[in-house]
RNA sequence: GCCUCGGUCGUUCAGCCUGGUCUAGGAUGCGGGCCUGUCGAGCCCGAAACCCGGGUUCAAAUCCCGGCCGAGGCGCCA
């Protein structure tokens, strides 16, 4: 007997957690999946849970309705069930509560799983769970993952939210390269090839000229041929941008904006089994400039060539000597891209930074160009025609104010505060270099 | 694109080095049975796998070659 459309309406289900806190002999109703079924002769437990939890249900035969006691011998893992009954408290079960259920309801059948979520095999592959993702999602890992997901974006919105940010959206459809460099995914886009945005940057700077400060979160699309564990092809990032700021301050606001990701994350359940050295990084953030970091790293034995990249070994070493989360400023110019602001009376070097948690960049960030001239000469030293950016660089000539801002891989600020060892178990439907499904 | 490692029941771990004793073992999941307080339930029974192609050999899961797929590292990465 299944469920229809009209019957779901009316279910006003309880979440097991709120069932466990009732006290003896209220009446529930809870929907949600056989997490476990353990018979015991006369006496038939099926363990319902949902995304909040689980409550233990007690069938006993001759006490529950006959058709109970028949419908609970017939259920498998995973089975999707409404429950009607009564909450009573139980010094046995584990909670302390249990339902002692006058209707039983299948709703829907489930087949064996392909992959295990109950943790009895010591570790399925990532492959397979993202294979199988819709059902990897039911393991209580998951979901605690994606909790945290969603309290850091919140934290983040409300953070900017406060600081007087407006959240807009930009194009993902562009057409052409904002920036040169990275490698675009082309997109037929009717009669004409469009490419799907790498980064929102230049619209953002646009904005500032109007809406003064605005932040975005949304994806981006790189076509590099990457396969590490911190790469992905298209991923979430937060890009902000403030006019009248300089590096300095949308670095502050980046402070608060982390602060306050982490302890919101903190405030889901589950989230310090994940990471037991959790804690909320305190203000202010270690600031190292390029100069000094390699002066360090050269102490170490790593050499890095001034104007070089640093790379990931050295960002690991560089956490180890400061601590995470810590802040990497003052680049060489040549090394960013052409809209970050050279250091006055010091063109060589950048107003611009990165934020490294755990050896990873999980920010970067700059003082913008805003006078036009200025922008037309840093495209020309890289090798970029100006003519190819008019649309853009007409912007600066209405008054476009001084301005700074950031961009922030949100995937890997996740991956790296739940100290996940891939990006791709952060991500509900990954897409890398050989993933496009599901 | 490069380097290293790997591919065995649905999942996961063993077997491979040292070819035969593998009719391929364990766990979990699945099916069946017993049990009125289980909660990692327990006990008994059952079904279920050597990535593909070629080679070496009397004999290949095991050794060799190629392909495909995967993992990790590197490179690339506004």
Redesign the pocket.
Known sequence: MLFNGVIAANVMKSWTVEAASMPDGSQVELAGWVW????????R?I?LKDREGSI?V?V????APQGVWDAAAGL??EDVILVKGVV?A?R????GV?V?PSELRVLNRSK?????I?G???????????R?RTVDLKRPESLVIFKASSAAVRAIRESLYDRGFIEVFTPKIISTS??????LFPVQYFDAVAYLA??P?LYKEELTASLERVFEVGP?Y?A????????LNE?I?V?LEAAFMNYRDVMSILEDVIINVYSNALKVPGVTDMNREISVPKKPFAVVSYDDALDMLGRKGINVKWGD?I???GLEALTGEIGSPFFLVNFPTSL?????MPIEGDPSRSESFDLVIDGVEIV?GATRIHDRKLLENALISRGLNPANFESHLAAYEWGMPPHAGW?L?FYRLLMVMLRR??I?EVVLFPR????LTP
Do not use: C
């Open positions: 476990d079924v353990r018979e015991v002769g006369k006496i437990f363990i233990q007690t006993k035969k001759g006490d498998v893992k009573k139980s046995i079960a584990r909670s249990e002692m064996p799983l392909p992959i295990d109950w009895n095999v010591a570790q399925t592959e990532l492959d397979a769970r993202l199988y904002t920036e040169g460099g990275a490698d790498q980064s940057q981006a790189r590099e041929k990457h396969s590490t564990t911190y790469h991923f990032s890009d990249d790379p990931k070994e960013r891209a052409f809209y970050t970067s961009g891989g060892s891939n791709r890398d270099r050989n993933r």
